[in-house]
């Protein structure tokens, strides 16, 4: 069995580097997070190719369990909520079709959901990070699943789009870049897709850590 333990600035990128090290996609591959890389330290993992021969779970027995595992945490947190699973299926960009599968979580009163969302998402993010963790243990392969909360995520990705929007009129107007506010890889990404078809404007990711920003940049003439 080939496997790689390898290190970098975010989970990420260090799942990259080993993806590509190996030779693999991503679901050719169990990923075993050994760090996650908090307070400025290296993220670590371990890459494990999967062998043909073992049978991988469908997405449809992984979001059984991704519910399970959730509903469990939320009891031991003393939480009164439901979970419901949603797997969704979207072209990707090679035309391949890209699965995901949403938990989200409602019912809980107004206190209790915002001790799951935390400070900008911080607890949320958290948590998605644990249950990826607990759910990869049972099936030996990274599930990438999204945990939303009384529709935090859908909310916070309108108003990052609308901020995105309305700072890249600003950089139009006055031909000057705009720093935004340190964002979490997905918001950024929410950010960068939000205005890469806007030719008027470029963005780019700057800053290490917690302190990554976007800026928006005039399009160079």
């Known amino acids: 069995m080939k496997r790689i333990e390898i290190s970098a600035r975010t989970v990420a990128e260090a799942v990259e580097l080993a993806l590509a090290q190996l030779g693999r996609d991503r679901d050719e591959v169990a990923i075993e997070v050994l760090d996650p890389g908090e307070n400025g330290d290296e993220a670590l993992v371990r890459v ?6 073992e049978e991988k779970p469908s997405i449809e027995e992984v979001s059984a369990i991704a519910q399970r595992i959730l509903e469990d945490l939320l009891e031991r947190m003393d939480i009164q909520a439901y979970v419901t699973s949603v797997i969704s299926r979207v072209p990707g960009p090679q035309g391949n079709l890209e699965e995901t599968i949403t938990l989200h979580v409602e019912g809980a009163d107004e206190e209790a959901m915002g001790l799951l969302i935390g400070r900008r998402g911080e607890t949320l993010r958290s948590l ?3 249950l990826n963790l607990l759910v990869s243990r049972r099936i030996q392969v990274w599930p990438q699943l999204v945990v939303d909360v009384g529709n935090y995520r859908q909310r916070r990705q309108e108003s990052l789009e609308s901020l995105a929007r309305r700072m890249a009129e600003r950089v139009r107007q006055t031909g000057r870049p705009i720093m935004l506010e340190p964002m979490a890889a ?12 806007d030719k008027t404007i470029y963005t780019e990711s700057s800053g290490e850590g917690e302190n990554r920003k976007i800026v928006i940049y005039p399009a160079k003439q």
């Open 48 to 53: 494990t190719v999967v062998e043909d021969d």
């Open 128 to 130: 998605q990070f644990l």
């Open 186 to 197: 997905y918001e950024r990404r929410i950010v960068h897709l939000a205005l890469r078809d």
